[in-house]
């Protein structure tokens, strides 16, 4: 049954020069005739909203899109009031951001339905706040053989929730991160226990059949010790994480985003190593499904699950102090922090 909204003040952050601001507006009004209003519960900051406070994203904006929410009103009988939904921002529908305490989404139906899917009975908010990101990460480990031997630059969120996934395809994970701090803290995680966790200066000489790049960006220390992991012919380098677009491999004219973003595979010759660089980027409906069915389930080595990962919550002007911080000081927080909107 469609409700029609009507006139309340909600409280949103808007990204503005310099950082972000909280306002409080009237709730969003839909000018077409298709649309869905939703009430953010719990909403994740993840690195593209930090890369968008600090305009070091050049893609469409995605900020806030984390998000588990219930479902306010709608034009049409396919979302009931109450429907808890989680995002997919891949689906080009027009949206407010989730970073506030309404969020409008407008499209045609059939893409309202896939841009919004069901969080099922009994996962919890803090665990389905990870779908979005554990779906790209399900599209990613697509590209990585079950049960082989497997290396992951970058213990972000990312690189931390594809080692869960390639886990339960029977990989064997080694989780590689350049400094220490977030190692350190995810050693007292259940979630990883057994997992081996390495510094990259202190990885040496073995190698792995697949190596992934989950890092933030990519500089030419990052590539040669993700390079130099490969066996010195038949590997994978699977490439997940931010890559400048005008980012060369050093010593070729090879350009990497590319790669990444039109999910090509390619073989690169250099330094008397081949292997095939493969990209990966974004989730389709199959990923968002294959995530859903994974926070649904208890993981088989632990009773502990993804949201063990959460290392803070903060309440929407809070989140505002985060980011402003963020950009003043030039560093971002670690670690998946989660808003509260409505405390
Ligand atoms: N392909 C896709 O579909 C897709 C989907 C989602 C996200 N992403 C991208 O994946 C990346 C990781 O996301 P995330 O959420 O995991 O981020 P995150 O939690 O902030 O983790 C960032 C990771 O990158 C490392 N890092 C940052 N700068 C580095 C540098 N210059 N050299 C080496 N390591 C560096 C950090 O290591 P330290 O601990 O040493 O700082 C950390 O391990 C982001 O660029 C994001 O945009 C891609």
Known sequence: MAVAMDERWSRRLELVPGGVRLTTCPWPRSTSPSWVLVSPQTVGLCSSDLKEVHRSRDVRSDFGHEMVGLVHSSSTDDFPPGLRV????????????????TALLEGPPDQLRAALPTVPDGTPDDRAVFTEPLACAAHCA??????????????????VLLTVLLRLKGCQVTLVNRSPERLTALSRTALLREVPKVLSREVGTRTFSTVVVTTASLDGATFDS???????????????GGIRPDWRVPGTQVLLDGIRRSE??????????????????????????????????????????????????????????????????????IGKHVVDIRR
């Open 86 to 101: 989680c995002l997919d921002p891949h689906i080009p529908v027009t949206r407010t951001t989730a970073f506030g305490e």
């Open 264 to 333: 090509q595979m390619r073989e690169l010759e250099r330094g008397g190593r081949r292997a095939l660089l493969v990209g990966t980027h974004g989730a389709t409906g199959a990923d968002f499904a294959a995530a859903g069915a994974v926070l649904a389930a208890p993981l088989p080595w632990t009773t502990s699950h993804v949201e063990e990962l959460i290392v803070d919550r903060v309440t929407l002007p809070g989140l505002a102090a985060l980011l402003n911080d963020a950009v003043r000081t030039g560093r971002d927080p």
């Open 226 to 240: 993700a390079w130099d992991l490969l066996p010195q012919d038949g590997g994978r380098l699977v490439l997940f």
């Open 142 to 159: 697509g590209n990585v053989p079950a049960g082989s031997q497997v290396a992951i630059i970058g213990a972000g969120t990312a690189g």
